[in-house]
DNA sequence: TTGGCACCTGGCCG
DNA sequence: ACGGCCAGGTGCC
């Protein structure tokens, strides 16, 4: 398939927003539902196995005007260098479930550790996909989760966080929540509902909310983003709060609201986009 | 509404 | 080698 717009597969799959891809060569392999694909970029050209051209233009968000976008969020010097350096980054469509369980699991963790847990998780509680040779895992069902004993999902090294996909898989199970549900209402509305998992706070909803339900004004503050706003955007703040955040590790909800408010009016409708360009050249920064 | 702490675990760094 | 530090936070008091 010829690429009509900017797209850079590396970069869309290598800035945490997804943490199942892996790359051997130059191709990637990812599992999506109940699909593997195989793909592969070489400049203008995508080539790819395992699902039509609709389902990949979908999931790597090849629809999104990002020329658009970027005219939007560029409001300043220093999101401009990030916009420049990761030229072709593309917010990626994430199956809501998956992107929900990967989140909780995120929480005090970091990618690499963040990675082997969730492949633990699939390997034991997910089916196994023979594609090319290889073996894949699909990501375990709801039912699989909500059944598995807390102990089992401990050994896949999830820790406290067991208790929260126990019982976030129940919860779905239980009443029977459809979260694709969840990008039919406004960002609040669908924030509200999310909140309402055990293990989900502020910043995983956030995530939830970019990454799997098209809801671009969310603006995930962790530790990075945290780290970007006192470094570079300090002075749009209220300096008593700036001088709070400096003086200890985590953030309070009241801050955490306030930085991504302070987001949504600064960079608009878009400022999940410019997140993760600012999230990514932070953490490439070193 | 806000502040302070415990929490599982593993990769990385000196 | 190996102990300390730090991770894409959340829930509870």
Redesign the pocket.
Known sequence: MHLGAVFDLDFSLC???VFRWRKIGDTWYGVIGETVLKIRQTGCELEFEGANEEFVRRYFGLNDDLAQIHRCVAKDTYIKKALQQFEGLRLIRQEPWECLIGFIC????????IE?MLKKLSEKYGKKYVFDGKEFYLFPTPESLATASENGL?EC?????AKYVQLTARKILDEKVDLDLLKAMSYLEAQKKLLE?????????D?VLLFSLEKFEAF?V???VKRVILNHYADQLPPVMVK?MQS???L????YLKISAFARDYFGRYAGYAQEYL?HYERTQR
């Open positions: 800035c945490g927003q995120s929480a005090y963790k970091n990618i690499a550790a082997q401990r090294g999830l820790g406290y966080r998992f055990q293990g989900v706070g502020l910043k995983v909803a995530c995930p962790d530790v990075w709070k200890h590790n985590s309070t909800n009241g801050e999230y």
